[in-house]
């Protein structure tokens, strides 16, 4: 099956749903890592060492990219809820997905404050 | 006799729903209401693992006395186990989606099921043994 019989175009629902799509698979493929990562609990020295490493400036951009991935996962499946329980509440569709969207980048922006302030003072 | 031809062509046509049907409609049920209680589980999660506290200071020290609180080892496990049900689940729309060859699709949802059946007995176990 070619990718452009699966896909209809120019509707923001397509794009909210490839976005979801993508970001579900990449919040679900930490999750199998942090599962790991959380195991060496019972040898402290290991788990120590890999929450150091997490503390690198690197894997901290990942970390807030992860922020994002689960954001807007979690806001546009609120969108999706709302419209198979409640199809008449909302009535406009693509303002939902827009606001959803821009709420999940408002707070990932807000969240990678937090998440880089020992990077930008110094303290990594 | 023809009752019995009435009720098969029923039961072929509008009459009922395939099993495989019926488990459709409670996948995309149980997406729903774990989505809901994901959505608050995760986001409590990740704010006071990442934002109130930065990750370097989450160390085995910082679980421990998490931990002494078994609400806390409650409310990581069902973030564990709803989790690892919702994404593999996600995971099987994708799998139906895009590995079309009968022989993959086995090998690659086996695999995909396993893998996250270790980690369910992996991640359950660490919650539990945890001193």
Known sequence: MSPSSTMYRGKTGQWAFVLHRVTGFLVFMFILLHIVDVSTLNSPHIYNSIHRLYGNVFLRLFEVGLLFALLYHALNGLRVVMIDFFPKVIKNEKGVFLFMLSLAVVMTLVGAVFILKPFITGKV | MASTIKRDSTEIGL???????????????????????????????????????????????????????????????????????????????????????PIKRVIVKVSVYGISGILFFVGTLTIVTFK
């Open chain 2, 15 to 101: 009459g009922r729903r395939s099993s495989r049907q019926n488990f459709e409609t409670w996948s995309w049920l149980f997406m729903r209401v774990s989505g809901i209680v994901l959505f608050f589980l995760a986001l409590i999660h990740f704010f006071i693992m990442h934002i109130m506290h930065d990750v370097t200071t989450t160390t085995v020290a910082f679980v421990a006395a998490r931990w002494s609180n078994p609400l806390w080892r409650i409310f990581d496990w069902m973030l564990l186990a709803l989790g690892l049900l919702h994404g593999t689940n996600g995971l099987r729309y994708i799998m139906d989606d895009y590995v079309r060859s």
